[in-house]
């Protein structure tokens, strides 16, 4: 089981749009958890998975209820037949998580733990995670595998990333960070000096660059990823490539 943690400091930065993206590119090889840890419930949302975590996030992190309990099922239709994406929603417990985590004992592992009941189960776990540098944070951190960071095509996106290696630094179990270009508008000169510079300066920007486009955002009235409704679009098939590289990575 591979654990792969989406994640920024910066809000709005692409997170949980890579992440619904990546969920459905790895369904195609095998079976995939995808984890709403943002208590904004928005990948809940974009599966169209009903916003409600049987027990709350509580029983699930203190152990007395395990995934199998509250794991709900997203299928999708495409020309190629349907697909599964199994998503653990987010609801209004989870606006609580970060205080629970905080009184719970080993707090920075209880995301770790509950993965580990369920490891023979998926074979890829996708977590999108809240901005910020939370406890929850910190938790998809240390239970991550490989930790995927889009960066906008903005001076600030630097600044972000480096918050992001701090936190991932400091955890007892470093992964490997892997940083994309998200939102690129390439008739904005902006974004053009942008992405540049991100190219040239971030070590770990792999060579995807998910478009600026209407077609992600379209991702929110069909409640599904983008390969199932736009599978030829440039974004698709950058999420395509940035699945490949991460499957292929470590
Ligand atoms: N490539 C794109 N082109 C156009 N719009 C996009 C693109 N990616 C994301 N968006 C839009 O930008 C907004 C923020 O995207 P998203 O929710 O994926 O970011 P996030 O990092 O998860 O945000 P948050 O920090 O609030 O969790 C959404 O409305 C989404 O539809
Ligand atoms: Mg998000």
Same mark, same amino acid.
């Given at each position: 089981?591979?654990?792969?943690? #989406?994640?920024? @400091?910066?809000?709005?930065? *692409?997170?949980?749009?890579?992440? $619904?993206?990546?969920?459905?590119?790895?369904?195609?090889?095998?079976?995939?958890?995808?984890?709403?840890?943002?208590?904004?419930?928005?990948?809940?949302?974009?599966? %169209?998975?009903?916003?409600?975590?049987? *027990? *709350? $996030?509580?029983?699930?992190?203190? %152990?007395? &209820?395990?995934? +199998?309990?509250?794991?709900?099922?997203?299928?999708?239709?495409?020309?190629?037949?349907?697909?599964?994406?199994?998503?653990?929603? /987010?609801?209004?417990?989870?606006?609580?998580?970060?205080?629970?985590?905080?009184?719970?004992?080993?707090?920075?592992?209880?995301?770790?733990?509950?993965?580990?009941?369920?490891?023979?189960?998926?074979?890829? #776990?996708?977590?999108?995670?809240?901005? %910020? /540098?939370?406890? $929850?944070?910190? &938790?998809?951190?240390?239970?991550?595998?490989?930790?995927?960071?889009?960066?906008?095509?903005?001076?600030?996106?630097?600044?972000?990333?480096?918050?992001?290696?701090?936190?991932?630094?400091?955890?007892?179990?470093?992964?490997?960070?892997?940083?994309?270009? +998200?939102? $690129?508008?390439?008739?904005?000169? @902006?974004?053009?000096? /942008?992405?540049?510079?991100?190219? &040239?300066?971030?070590?770990?920007?792999?060579?995807?660059?998910?478009? =600026?486009?209407?077609?992600?955002?379209?991702? %929110?009235?069909?409640?599904?990823?983008?390969?199932?409704? =736009?599978?030829?679009?440039?974004?698709?098939? =950058?999420?395509?490539?940035?699945?490949?590289?991460?499957?292929?990575?470590?």
């Amino acid at each position: 089981m591979k654990v792969i943690a #989406v994640y920024s @400091t910066k809000g709005g930065a *692409g997170k949980t749009s890579a992440a $619904v993206n990546l969920a459905w590119e790895a369904s195609a090889s095998g079976s995939v958890l995808l984890w709403d840890l943002d208590a904004q419930g928005a990948s809940t949302f974009l599966t %169209g998975v009903k916003p409600k975590l049987k *027990g *709350g $996030v509580a029983k699930l992190v203190k %152990g007395s &209820n395990s995934i +199998s309990d509250v794991v709900r099922t997203a299928k999708f239709t495409t020309a190629e037949g349907q697909r599964a994406v199994h998503v653990l929603p /987010a609801d209004d417990s989870y606006r609580e998580l970060e205080l629970m985590l905080d009184s719970a004992k080993g707090s920075r592992r209880r995301v770790e733990k509950v993965l580990k009941d369920a490891s023979g189960e998926y074979d890829t #776990v996708i977590l999108d995670c809240p901005p %910020g /540098a939370s406890l $929850v944070a910190e &938790n998809a951190v240390r239970a991550a595998d490989l930790i995927v960071t889009p960066l906008p095509p903005a001076a600030l996106s630097l600044r972000s990333l480096d918050q992001v290696r701090e936190l991932v630094a400091e955890s007892a179990k470093p992964a490997p960070i892997l940083a994309f270009l +998200s939102m $690129v508008d390439r008739r904005k000169a @902006t974004h053009r000096r /942008a992405a540049e510079k991100l190219s &040239n300066e971030v070590k770990e920007i792999v060579d995807v660059v998910v478009p =600026a486009t209407v077609v992600v955002e379209r991702m %929110g009235d069909e409640q599904a990823p983008v390969g199932t409704f =736009a599978p030829r679009h440039p974004a698709a098939q =950058a999420y395509r490539e940035l699945w490949s590289l991460i499957a292929d990575h470590g």
